[in-house]
């Protein structure tokens, strides 16, 4: 589907949102499609979460225009937008007891205990804790009070769900499997979800599309295989995964062309140095620094003859280990593995 036929969920024009000489967020432009899972990626402090707030409504832009559903926000305090917020904190009531959480939202627009109980169950079996209404939230582990908040978030059914870092405070495995979970949740309750991570690898996981983050401003927006094999600035290039930046002289020697390149570090090869080239490969000869053994794979630091240091990621097939250091190399890579970025910091 293209964007004229799909839904805009939300949509955000030249926003801005200063804090005194603090630019949060300096002119967003964003658009979010109905069933997306979006996520606003970046590191701390680069305008996410309120960017999030803003379209929450505990924010207020400074200038610029929010729009939900074709309908203008700004102004329109949090209660009236049809949207929920997952803090990262889960923010869940402790004298309440699960089913008591996860219902809050319907007995405050009186709705009856019976219809209440019904949906409190199907919202129960969506996140997986049949049984659970009873126990309070100390007594749950943590991967399932983050199930209770989606819960509760979920029960009012929102057309946007706004989620800040909700899996931040678990530890890596269960984090892992609460990003399969969620998507799985979005997928079917099919509602848009908009989720502020600065981990890269948890956007890339889950994201149908991903914006960039940096410095209050939007670096480039993308599907996870567009922002990590296509990035446009040096920063994405940097920010998500690792890349080799080349420019200048040793950019032309080595692709050809003048520019700024940002080439992975995975599909470079280690080849011997009498290695022939085949068509359409770029190659590079220099002498191995530094090895780091990494488990799954292997991490090499070539000096080249030029000048220049390309990292290289070698998957460990074998399960050998040479320890290569002070080899001369030659190193090969597809032309088309060299990614031409904008040139800025
Ligand atoms: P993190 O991942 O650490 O939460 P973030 O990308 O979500 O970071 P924001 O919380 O949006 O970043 O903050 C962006 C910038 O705005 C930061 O420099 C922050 O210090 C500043 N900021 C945010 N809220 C306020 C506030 N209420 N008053 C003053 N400055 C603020």
């Not at 509602?191 to 890339?204: G, P, R, S």
Request: glycine residues 10%.
């Amino acid at each position: 589907m293209t964007s004229t036929t799909r839904t805009v969920a939300v949509k955000l024009s030249e926003v801005c949102r200063f804090f005194g000489d603090v630019k949060a967020v300096d002119h967003v432009n964003l658009e979010l499609f109905d069933g997306e899972f979006f996520s606003l990626l970046g590191p701390s402090g680069s305008g996410k979460t309120t960017c999030l707030r803003l379209i929450a409504g505990f924010e207020q832009p400074t200038s610029g225009s929010i729009q939900l559903h074709g309908v203008e926000v700004s102004g329109v305090p949090p209660y009236d937008r049809d949207v929920n917020t997952v803090f990262q904190d889960y923010a869940l009531f402790p004298h309440m007891n699960v089913g008591q959480n996860i219902g809050y939202g319907l007995m405050v627009k009186n709705v009856p205990k019976a219809e209440r109980e019904t949906r409190v169950q199907d919202m129960l079996d969506l996140v997986r804790l049949p049984g659970m209404a009873n126990r309070k939230p100390s007594q749950l582990s943590g991967g399932q009070r983050q199930r209770v908040a989606l819960a509760r978030a979920l029960i009012n059914h929102p057309r946007v769900l706004l989620l800040d870092e909700p899996l931040g405070a678990l530890d890596l495995k269960l984090r892992q499997e609460m990003q399969i979970e969620l998507k799985s949740i979005q997928q079917r309750i099919g509602i848009t979800f908009v989720f502020v991570t600065h981990d890269q690898e948890e956007a890339l996981t889950m994201s149908d599309r991903i914006a960039v983050f940096n410095l209050g401003k939007i670096e480039q927006i993308g599907t996870p295989s567009e922002i990590y094999e296509r990035p446009t600035t040096r920063f994405v290039a940097g920010f998500v995964g690792t890349s080799n930046i080349l420019s200048g002289k040793i950019a032309e020697i080595l692709t050809g062309s003048p520019g700024t390149f940002a080439i992975r570090p995975e599909k470079i090869r280690i080849v011997d140095v009498g290695a022939p080239l085949a068509d359409g490969m770029c190659s590079a000869e220099g002498k191995i620094r530094d090895v780091i053994y990494l488990g799954m794979h292997t991490r090499y630091l070539v000096e080249l003859e030029g000048g220049a240091d390309l990292t290289v990621v070698e998957q460990n097939l074998e399960t050998s280990a040479v320890n290569a250091r002070g080899s001369r190399v030659k190193l090969v890579w597809h032309t088309s593995s060299n990614r031409p970025i904008s040139a800025g910091a």
